[in-house]
């Protein structure tokens, strides 16, 4: 025998181990042993028939609870069975409230604290009410696009007009956490934490740019993708006649599906957002999350549908958001597998579940069609010399597919520097006559020309001015 979730040793009792009761009847009950080592030798106790008649007592007053107190004997010596049964209700120590891990007693704090009380007066953070808001605080926009979305999957939906009623179909209470998180016109000045961070990180400490997606759960999804696509990640581009195609480097579904999983199963007890850590060669999304009742090897093959957030999740089925086979995180994989990536990696870490894409890493798209610089060299006829070079290492290699090599982040550099040789240029105009995203060279390119000494700004002392533009620097 062995110290385990449901056995605890001692070799003697002092008053403070009523913990150890405190932790089993908030768990799945056991049995405290006292006489016996750390081993589970029996070690024996004094006086034990004074234990055995001051014990029962002394916990019901600490704790109030009656355990079953047994006197034991082996080889000669004595000790004590101290049986606990799993309590229904929270039990507490002094006000403070312990549970079990394994053969670890710990008391619950903060979060976790409100989490395991919620759960043993049988709430949920979804039922909890928000008395102060009502039907004048939904989103109209919002649930009118939830009924075009949901038509397919809830009948006659679209015809619906009575909000009230509308909610109740989607067993929904007005005020309940749920609706005000889905549906509501200020989801953060009733839930904080019901929003998502997203940073573009140079290392694990430096951050480049952070933004912050606010409003309801509906509304966040395609404002995150959007950013995320716009501001934050690379496009392969490439070329079908005349027709521009672009490419993210993650796959976008895949991006989609990570999304909706963080929003349905996150745990909105706690104070922290839905994270997403975009580096030079990953993307990590993070938010706190408990498993229920599967393991992080278990989201990469076939496993039930436990969504934590069970209306929240309802609400984005019938929507169309997702589906209800447990299926999405194996769709997550294929398609980034499907895509020559590989398998995106399931982490859980101090509560909680991070999920990292890895790419192939690139400095900037790498399909440039030989007619990109052709504006450029238009524009700058007078620079033709100092170009030159750019030209003959951007020459397209298959003129039938219009694909190059990609440039390397120097070469990148000198034609940003070259641009802007004679003239103050925005970053909209860099990035036109480079062919790239505005966003990428903001944030990739013109912190380190700048840093560097190569550039310089039209309104240096307004690094933000709304009119802020970029020259080359010319040397002394």
């Given at each position: 025998?062995?110290?385990?979730?449901?056995?605890?040793?001692?070799?003697?009792?002092?008053?403070?181990?009523?913990?150890?009761?405190?932790?089993?009847?908030?768990?799945?009950?056991?049995?405290?042993?006292?006489?016996?080592?750390?081993?589970?030798t029996v070690v024996g106790i004094e006086h034990p028939e004074k234990l055995i008649e001051r014990l029962p007592n002394f916990i019901a007053q600490k704790t109030g609870?009656?355990?079953?107190?047994?006197?034991?004997?082996?080889?000669?010596?004595e000790y004590l069975e101290i049986e606990v049964q799993p309590s229904a209700m929270p039990i507490s120590v002094h006000g403070r409230y312990y549970t079990r891990s394994g053969s670890v007693t710990s008391e619950l704090q903060g979060n976790q604290l409100n989490m395991f009380l919620a759960a043993k007066m049988g709430l949920t953070w979804e039922s909890v009410v928000e008395e102060d808001f009502s039907l004048d605080d939904i989103d109209i926009e919002t649930v009118e696009r939830f009924k075009l979305l949901a038509k397919d999957r809830v009948p006659s939906?679209?015809?619906?007009?009575?909000?009230?009623?509308?909610?109740?179909?989607?067993?929904?209470?007005?005020?309940?956490?749920?609706?005000?998180?889905?549906?509501?016109?200020?989801?953060?000045?009733?839930?904080?934490?019901?929003?998502?961070?997203?940073?573009?990180?140079?290392?694990?400490?430096?951050?480049?740019?952070?933004?912050?997606?606010?409003?309801?759960?509906?509304?966040?999804?395609?404002?995150?993708?959007?950013?995320?696509?716009?501001?934050?990640?690379?496009?392969?581009?490439?070329?079908?006649?005349?027709?521009?195609?672009?490419k993210l480097v993650y796959?976008?579904?895949?991006?989609?599906?990570?999304?909706?999983?963080?929003?349905?199963?996150?745990?909105?007890?706690?104070?922290?957002?839905?994270?997403?850590?975009?580096?030079?060669?990953?993307?990590?999304?993070?938010?706190e999350a408990r498993l229920q009742d599967i393991t992080v090897e278990d989201l990469s093959r076939p496993h039930p549908s436990r969504p934590h957030n069970k209306l929240i999740a309802d609400v984005f089925y019938k929507a169309g958001f997702i589906e209800s086979w447990g299926r999405g995180t194996q769709r997550i994989i294929d398609n980034c597998v499907a895509e020559g990536l590989s398998a995106p990696v399931y982490e859980y870490k101090m509560g909680f579940l991070y999920l990292t894409f890895m790419s192939?890493?690139?400095?900037?798209?790498?399909?440039?069609?030989?007619?990109?610089?052709?504006?450029?060299?238009?524009?700058?006829?007078?620079?033709?010399e100092t170009l030159r070079p750019l030209n003959e290492t951007l020459r397209p290699s298959d003129m039938a597919s219009k694909r190059v090599r990609r440039m390397s982040k120097a070469e990148m550099m000198d034609s940003i520097v070259a641009c802007c040789l004679n003239a103050y240029l925005t970053i909209e105009e860099i990035a036109s006559f480079v062919n790239r995203n505005p966003a990428y060279i903001k944030n990739e390119f013109i912190p380190l020309l700048?840093?560097?000494?190569?550039?310089?700004?039209l309104y240096p002392n307004t690094p933000n001015h709304p009119k802020q533009a970029y020259k080359t620097k010319k040397e002394k």
């Open positions: 025998m062995k110290e385990d979730q449901h056995i605890e040793f001692k070799e003697s009792w002092h008053d403070e181990y009523t913990r150890y009761v405190s932790a089993f009847c908030n768990t799945q009950g056991g049995v405290l042993y006292i006489g016996l080592n750390d081993n589970g609870i009656m355990p079953l107190v047994h006197l034991k004997e082996s080889n000669g010596k939906i679209e015809q619906e007009t009575d909000i009230l009623a509308l909610m109740k179909r989607l067993n929904l209470v007005v005020g309940g956490r749920a609706a005000v998180v889905l549906f509501g016109k200020n989801v953060q000045k009733y839930v904080l934490q019901a929003r998502i961070k997203i940073g573009k990180f140079l290392s694990e400490t430096e951050v480049l740019t952070t933004d912050i997606i606010e409003g309801n759960l509906i509304q966040q999804v395609d404002r995150a993708l959007d950013i995320l696509r716009t501001k934050y990640l690379l496009s392969y581009i490439s070329y079908e006649g005349i027709h521009r195609r672009e796959p976008y579904e895949a991006l989609r599906e990570a999304l909706l999983n963080s929003i349905i199963h996150r745990e909105y007890f706690v104070s922290s957002e839905i994270q997403i850590r975009i580096y030079d060669d990953k993307l990590v999304m993070g938010n192939k890493q690139i400095v900037e798209s790498p399909y440039v069609a030989d007619e990109t610089l052709r504006p450029l060299g238009e524009t700058l006829r007078p620079l033709g700048l840093s560097t000494g190569r550039l310089t700004r």
